[in-house]
């Protein structure tokens, strides 16, 4: 008899208080004088993360981006696991990334990206609507929210759905600092 797996399907993100990933226009400007992301349950959640999966957005950010993020991880592209990117556009690679592009429906891609990760978890980086796919088709087990100190009044949602049956279920909330509040919950399986 095997040992059920015990990895989940996270997603990890931050959001302003009032419920949004990034501005109108895909900025992060906002988050970063919030606080070190050392500080927060980042460093360990990653280690435990076996394989991702992303929007087209989110992507871009990542390239518009890649200085910055080279200057702190070392690397124009941060992650050694695999990525799959979802988008309905052609996009370029990053040279060296395993990055895999896909599109249409979550639940084939997730399934490889549940082989992918082995006994690893898979993390949903964002955006908020590719992660209200993975939710739809009950393929998401937990939200951790670093919820920040500011708010952004109008931008890109957390998880533009509609989710009232059954409520997520909050598991823990830690003080970060003076800038965020970390919530996490397990989703619930309808039915």
């Known amino acids: 008899m095997t040992t059920p797996r015990k990895s989940k399907t996270q997603y990890y993100t931050a959001t302003s208080l009032d419920g949004f990933?990034?501005?109108?226009?895909?900025?992060?400007?906002?988050?970063?004088?919030?606080?070190?992301?050392?500080?927060?349950?980042?460093?360990a959640f990653i280690a435990e993360v076996g394989a991702l999966a992303m929007g087209s957005s989110t992507y871009e950010w990542m390239l518009r981006h890649a200085v910055r993020v080279a200057d702190q991880t070392g690397s124009a592209w941060p992650y050694t696991q695999p990525t799959w990117v979802f988008s309905s556009r052609e996009l370029?690679?990053?040279?060296?990334?395993?990055?895999?592009?896909?599109r249409g429906d979550?639940?084939?891609?997730?399934?490889?990206?549940?082989?992918?990760?082995?006994?690893?978890?898979?993390?949903?980086?964002g955006g908020g609507d590719l992660?209200?796919?993975?939710?739809?088709?009950?393929?998401?087990?937990?939200?951790?929210?670093?919820?920040?100190?500011?708010t952004l009044g109008r931008g890109q949602p957390l998880l533009p759905?509609?989710?009232t049956s059954p409520?997520?279920?909050?598991?823990?909330?830690?003080?970060?600092?003076?800038?965020?509040a970390e919530l996490r919950y397990d989703v619930p399986r309808p039915g």
Not at 106 to 125: D, F, I, K
């Open 131 to 150: 992660v209200g796919q993975f939710l739809d088709a009950g393929l998401l087990d937990e939200l951790i929210v670093q919820v920040a100190s500011v």
């Open 21 to 43: 990933l990034a501005t109108e226009d895909h900025s992060l400007e906002w988050l970063f004088p919030l606080g070190d992301i050392a500080e927060t349950g980042y460093p």
């Open 106 to 125: 979550v639940r084939p891609v997730h399934a490889a990206m549940w082989t992918a990760a082995g006994e690893r978890n898979v993390w949903l980086v």
């Open 167 to 180: 409520p997520f279920r909050l598991t823990a909330a830690r003080r970060i600092g003076d800038g965020f």
């Open 161 to 163: 759905r509609r989710h």
């Open 92 to 102: 370029p690679a990053v040279p060296g990334a395993d990055i895999r592009f896909v």
